[in-house]
């Protein structure tokens, strides 16, 4: 549903990230001001998407001039977390297969959450803005559950 949070949760994860994931080694994982550019940028985004000049998620152009880059942005930055995701398990067949099931599910959730937000805002007369709020916290808890982050409590 977003393109920037999911790399700023794999940023967040960076200290309880396992050994073996290779994305640890990425040079913007491993610089601290790379993890908090990605972290702002995902930050950003929940912002951003508020914004009138966003064009829609399901846009298939690219477009400079306008905040994001539509569909073909979100795809590629899925991509990207996914990969990452898929070298925890080591070997390139899981970072391809972390790859195109983080491309899959970016179809779904950015085609299935248009329709959604749409329509709800059509059928409830509900602001299109708690709408999208209401999108960012499933948005925040499908990362926490695919991301987790390990707290200072978790370490004991």
Do not use: C
Not at 32 to 53: N, Q, S
Not at 54 to 76: C, E, F, K, M, N
């Amino acid at each position: 549903m977003r393109s920037w949070p999911p790399l700023a949760a794999l940023a967040l994860n960076y200290d309880s990230a396992p050994a073996q994931a290779a994305w640890r080694r990425w040079p913007v994982f491993r610089s601290p001001l790379g993890r908090t550019l990605l972290i702002a940028m995902g930050a950003t985004e929940f912002v951003t998407d508020k914004l009138p000049g966003t064009q829609p998620r399901i846009a298939l152009t690219v477009q400079p001039s306008r905040i994001d880059s539509g569909l073909v942005g979100r795809l590629a930055f899925a991509g990207i977390a996914g990969a990452a995701i898929g070298s925890e398990h080591g070997g390139r067949n899981s970072i391809v297969a972390g790859a195109a099931l983080a491309v899959a599910g970016a179809i779904l959730t950015n085609y299935a959450g248009y329709f959604a937000r749409t329509a709800g805002v059509e059928a409830t007369g509900v602001p299109n803005m708690a709408v999208s709020l209401a999108e960012d916290a499933a948005t925040v808890a499908l990362l926490a559950a695919a991301v987790p982050v390990e707290t200072m409590a978790d370490r004991g």
